[in-house]
C-alpha cells in the first residue's frame, strides 16, 4: 500500500505559552477567540490553534504557522495583534514567545485501513 506523503517548505512555528489566572480564564478565551480568527485572516499565516494543556486547563499554548519570521514579527507589533497584548494583566505570568524555523514537513495518515 502506498502512503501519500506531502512535503512543505520552510516556514516558521510560532507559540505563545501562558497561563491564565483561574478565574479570568473565559474572558482571556473570549478575547483569545478574537486573536486567533485575525491570525487566521493574515495572508502569511497558514495555521493557527490554540492548545489547552490536559494537567493544568489554565496552561494554554497558541500555535501559529507564519511564511516568514519576518511575517510573524509584523504581526506581533501590528493593531492586530494589541487585543492579546491588552490581555496580559489576565495571565499569571508573562507570556512567551518562541520561534522555530521549520526546514520541512512531511505528513501522513496517522492510521491505516
Known sequence: MTIAVR??????LATIGFRAQPHKRSEILSALDETVGRMRRQPTCDRCRLWVDTEDPN???LVSEWHTAADANAFFGSR???IFKGIR??????????????GSRMTRLACKS
Request: net charge negative; hydrophobic share 60%.
Open 80 to 82: 492586530e495583534f494589541q
Open 7 to 12: 512535503v512543505v517548505p520552510m516556514m516558521l
Open 59 to 61: 496552561a494554554f499554548t
Open 89 to 102: 494583566m489576565l495571565f499569571k505570568d508573562n507570556p512567551i514567545i518562541v520561534l522555530d524555523e521549520v
